[in-house]
């Protein structure tokens, strides 16, 4: 059964730092993984998609990669910004199956 | 940009009660899921939909819960007797399928609380 885990829980860094969330999986069979924000009481908006076959992903000011022989995944956040604090979701899409499993998360608050 | 939608963004019931959440996906994507989350825990897959037919479930998706699309627009999750555990965000996904076309897609949540 995949498990899907991210340390730290929390996370608080002033502004202007570039920081790391860390994502890891115990079964490296995935098809892709898909890094999300949640805002308090929001829904989840997707960050990045990484498919199996790639190494990492960017947008802006996010760059997600990807070791899946190593079951991990990191989402590096450039020059944060207040705007950034919300929870981090990474979650993960086996071969064979439709669902997605997802990590605990990490609550990012940036410090003004 | 489309978006997936979601109603009610609240909803308070008495235990027993049966509850229909409604969801409204992305226009032209062709599979559909149900993902809920209690407070404070992970985000858990319930469902996947596609082709008119149930394609994946949980084992928390028991015979208390239902899912339909009642026609080309709607996709609806009907939990027929409400327990309190029940209680939690209900997301609403959808993703349109095909080549590089894999992101889910997700709605604001249905927050439920079962009294």
């Known amino acids: 059964k995949q498990e899907v885990t991210q340390i730290p829980a929390a996370l608080s860094v002033p502004e202007g730092e570039n920081l790391v969330l860390n994502c890891s999986f115990t079964?490296?069979?995935?098809?892709?993984l898909q890094w999300f924000r949640q805002d308090p009481g929001k829904g989840l908006t997707s960050l990045l998609l990484?498919?199996?076959?790639?190494r990492e992903q960017t947008s802006g000011r996010l760059n997600a990669s990807l070791d899946k022989s190593s079951g991990r995944s990191t989402l590096y956040i450039a020059a944060s910004q207040p705007g950034d604090s919300a929870t981090y979701l990474c979650?993960?899409?086996?071969?064979?199956?439709?669902?997605?499993?997802f990590g605990t998360g990490t609550r990012l608050t940036i410090i003004p | 940009e489309p978006e997936v939608t979601q109603t009610p963004s609240h909803q308070v019931t008495q235990m027993g009660q049966e509850v229909i959440l409604r969801c409204v996906p992305i226009?032209?994507?062709?599979?559909f899921y149900w993902y809920r989350q209690i407070l404070g825990q992970k985000v858990e897959f319930l469902v996947s939909?596609?082709?008119?037919?149930?394609?994946?479930k949980s084992e928390i998706f028991d015979d208390q819960f239902s899912v339909e699309r009642p026609d080309g627009s709607n996709f609806t999750l009907k939990i027929r007797s409400t327990k309190l555990e029940d209680s939690a965000m209900y997301f609403c996904?959808?993703?349109?399928?095909?080549?590089?076309?894999?992101?889910?897609?997700f709605g604001p949540g249905t927050r439920l609380l079962v009294l």
């Open positions: 079964d490296s069979a995935i098809y892709n």
């Open positions: 979650a993960v899409k086996g071969f064979g199956n439709e669902k997605l499993t």
């Open positions: 990484i498919q199996s076959s790639q």
């Open positions: 226009s032209n994507h062709l599979y």
């Open positions: 939909f596609y082709n008119n037919e149930i394609s994946e």
């Open positions: 996904a959808s993703l349109a399928g095909g080549l590089y076309q894999e992101t889910q897609y």
